[in-house]
């Protein structure tokens, strides 16, 4: 079956400018993560929705970092007036919560680069 | 504060050189231990899921173990397939799940 998918696999962007990151999870799964990866370092978390409501939004870094998630299903990851800090790869998984201890499934990721 | 702390950082190991991975970890109300494999350019992909102090998963060469306040990743007779960054994770109470910075391991052939 399809796992989850990141759309655009590679961003390049001037500083400045604003992006939107896609996430289509797994089909049926009610929890969605994004993370932040930057070169050599494990995943950061950023924040998780249950259903459509962000349960815990404790890791984005600032107010220029907003997700939304209005179906319950395709999550947006938007960045405002993007910064050279912003640059990474920024991660995607799906799970069952709710459902046992359910592992993230991950996609392969958004590398952006901020110029 | 919840916390993931992996070593060591990077590993090389001859073909068929056993070893351990470490993972300590503090949390508040464990929910699952994580252990993931991530190939670069790669996202993670899941590896075992351990929920209580004792438990055990094996996997091909890979056996992971836990304790009340560490896990370790057991390698045997590893190949150079298995070169690749294993990285372990927590999941709380509030189901916030998070990662240590990871052990990157290189088998030579």
């Known amino acids: 079956g399809a796992g989850v998918s990141q759309t655009p696999s590679n961003k390049v962007t001037e500083k400045g400018k604003y992006v939107e990151l896609r996430c289509d999870p797994i089909?049926?799964?009610?929890?969605l993560y994004w993370y932040r990866q930057s070169l050599g370092q494990g995943p950061e978390f950023l924040i998780y929705?249950?259903?459509?409501?962000?349960?815990?939004d404790s890791g984005l870094p600032n107010d220029r970092f907003f997700a939304v998630r209005p179906e319950g299903s395709v999550s947006t990851l938007k960045i405002q007036r993007t910064e050279r800090g912003d640059s990474a790869v920024y991660l995607c998984?799906?799970?069952?919560?709710?459902?046992?201890?359910?592992?993230?499934?991950f996609g392969n990721g958004t590398r952006l680069t901020v110029t | 504060e919840d916390q993931v702390t992996q070593s060591p950082e990077a590993l090389r190991l001859q073909e068929g050189e056993s070893s351990s991975l470490n993972c300590s970890y503090t949390?508040?109300?464990?929910?699952?231990l994580f252990w993931y494999r991530q190939d670069p350019g790669k996202g993670p992909e899941f590896l075992f899921t351990?929920?209580?102090a004792g438990e055990e998963k094996e996997k091909e060469r890979l056996k992971a173990t836990l304790t009340k306040k560490e896990s370790f990743l057991h390698i045997t007779a590893p190949k150079p397939e298995d070169s690749a960054t294993y990285l372990c994770?927590?999941?709380?109470?509030?189901?916030?799940?998070?990662f240590g910075k990871g052990t990157r391991l290189h088998i030579l052939p």
């Open positions: 994770a927590v999941q709380a109470r509030d189901d916030k799940i998070i």
């Open positions: 351990l929920y209580s």
């Open positions: 998984a799906s799970s069952l919560l709710g459902q046992g201890h359910s592992p993230l499934h």
């Open positions: 949390v508040s109300g464990l929910r699952g």
């Open positions: 089909s049926g799964h009610t929890a």
């Open positions: 929705f249950q259903g459509t409501g962000a349960a815990d």
